[in-house]
């Protein structure tokens, strides 16, 4: 006899509030076993962490402690993944070795742009000119693994990562290597060869600005407000939890024990999606779309009409404004590259005055979003490093409600 459906579920009362929560049970393929129902993990916290702490009610986000908005005023972008990745942040003389150690590591394999005959056959030079960035990027960052075999624990050993100098060693590598590939991916999509090696008297950012536009001048001197842009822009995009992201990068990597340049391509493609760091280019469209300021509150209530998802607007965690895109930190500076590159930003701040205006998304505690004002970013070293060194990391393996029919058999 089938249990009555009250008895299918699991109540869960949270002494601290007195709040109380109805979960779905489900049995396993056997029909025993306790599963619950938890669609996009909303009450599931599957690892444990001392990297970021988020407090989505009153819009807080801190890196080992340190409030995110003071990071972005004080630390530059390497000082950062320093504090990420080992958990402080460095002295003046632990950060300039590992400046110095992930600009070493900053010239690409000569495979990737040269091949035996011809740039065109080389992997960079084969991709197609035209296609995504993002998925040209993660396509080149996975092939570093074939590039790097003593990475690989299937060729190195599967106790290849169980020391902390071999986590240290690969992260720094994939560092310098990831920032000029993103270089020479985008020379490549504007038409040009990539230079092999960078200039290795920049700064990290000023170096990734140098790849992409100094087409081969030893000369070139990136514009310093740009080069600090994308450097807050790496900083406080720097670390996010268990966004898609690091999610994905951490199942690979804790449940299969993959290398880390498989979990990081993994974790980047994750990131590339309409619904994740995919919505920057969305809100570009969409202002694009509204033209000018007149339209912003038609655009809204056809949105509201149809049911349509505002890029750049909302968040699973935040239910206020996302500290990243609050106007004290970003808007200070967009106005400072706004100056150099001459847009016009009166859209954007008329549509963000309006949503937050706006009964129907106060309501619903919706509120821009990091990729309302954002671009590009590299984040989930130290959720890789985390993983490898918790004893507790155990096989991700999620289990589903099965929906479908049971048992099937050919008809004749
Ligand atoms: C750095 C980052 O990646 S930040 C995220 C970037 N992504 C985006 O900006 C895409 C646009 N936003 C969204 O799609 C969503 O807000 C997400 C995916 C970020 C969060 O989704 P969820 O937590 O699952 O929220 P959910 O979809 O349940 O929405 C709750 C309610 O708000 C509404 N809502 C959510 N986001 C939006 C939005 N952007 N515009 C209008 N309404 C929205 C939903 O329709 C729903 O309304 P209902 O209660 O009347 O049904
Ligand atoms: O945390 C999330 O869900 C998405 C996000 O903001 C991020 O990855 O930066």
Not at 107 to 119: G, N, V
Not at 120 to 135: F, M, N, T, V, Y
Not at 321 to 344: C, H
Not at 392 to 407: A, C, E, F, I, N
Request: with cysteine; glycine share 6%; charged share 20%.
């Amino acid at each position: 006899m089938a249990a009555p459906s009250q008895s299918r579920k699991l109540r869960i009362i949270d002494h601290r509030t007195g709040l109380t929560y109805e979960m779905d049970i489900k049995a396993g393929g056997d029909g025993k076993g306790l599963k619950l129902y938890d669609p996009g993990f909303v009450h599931t916290a599957p690892v444990k962490s001392t990297i970021a702490f988020i407090d989505g009610r009153n819009g807080i986000l801190r890196y080992r402690g340190y409030p995110v908005e003071e990071l972005a005023e004080r630390s530059t972008y390497l000082e950062v993944a320093y504090l990420l990745c080992k958990g402080n942040l460095p002295t003046k003389s632990q950060l300039s070795e590992w400046e110095a150690a992930i600009q070493r590591q900053s010239s690409m394999p000569e495979e990737l742009l040269a091949s035996h005959y011809s740039y065109e056959r080389a992997l960079i030079g084969a991709l197609p000119r035209d296609s995504h960035p993002k998925q040209n990027f993660a396509t080149a960052l996975y092939a570093l693994i074939s590039f790097n075999p003593d990475a690989n624990p299937l060729v190195a050993g599967h106790d290849l990562y169980k020391t902390e100098a071999a986590q240290n060693l690969h992260i720094i590598r994939i560092m310098g290597k990831a920032a000029s590939l993103a270089g020479a991916i985008y020379v490549h999509m504007e038409g040009q060869k990539p230079i092999q090696n960078p200039n290795n008297s920049l700064n990290f950012s000023e170096m990734i600005l140098y790849m992409f536009q100094s087409m081969g001048d030893q000369d070139f001197k990136p514009n310093p407000a740009l080069a600090k842009a994308l450097d807050v822009i790496f900083v406080i995009l720097a670390e996010h939890e268990l966004g898609t992201a690091t999610a994905a990068t951490l199942h690979l990597a804790s449940s299969s024990g993959v290398d880390v340049y498989t979990a990081i391509a993994g974790g980047t493609s994750a990131l590339s999606g309409p619904n994740d760091i995919g919505a920057v280019e969305a809100v570009l469209d969409m202002l694009n779309e509204i033209g000018s300021i007149e339209n912003v509150a038609f655009y809204i209530e056809e949105a509201k009409k149809s049911n349509t998802k505002l890029p750049g607007i909302g968040h699973r965690v935040y239910k206020t404004y996302d500290p990243r895109a609050k106007a004290s930190l970003i808007q200070k500076l967009a106005e400072e590259v706004y100056d150099v590159v001459g847009k016009d930003p009166l859209v954007a701040a008329a549509l963000e005055n309006a949503i937050i205006a706006d009964e129907y998304f106060i309501n619903r505690k919706l509120y821009p979003n990091a990729t309302f004002h954002l671009g590009l970013l590299l984040r989930q070293l130290a959720h890789w490093k985390e993983s490898m060194n918790d004893p507790s990391t155990r096989l991700m393996r999620p289990q589903q409600w099965y929906t479908g029919q049971r048992l099937r058999h050919y008809s004749k």
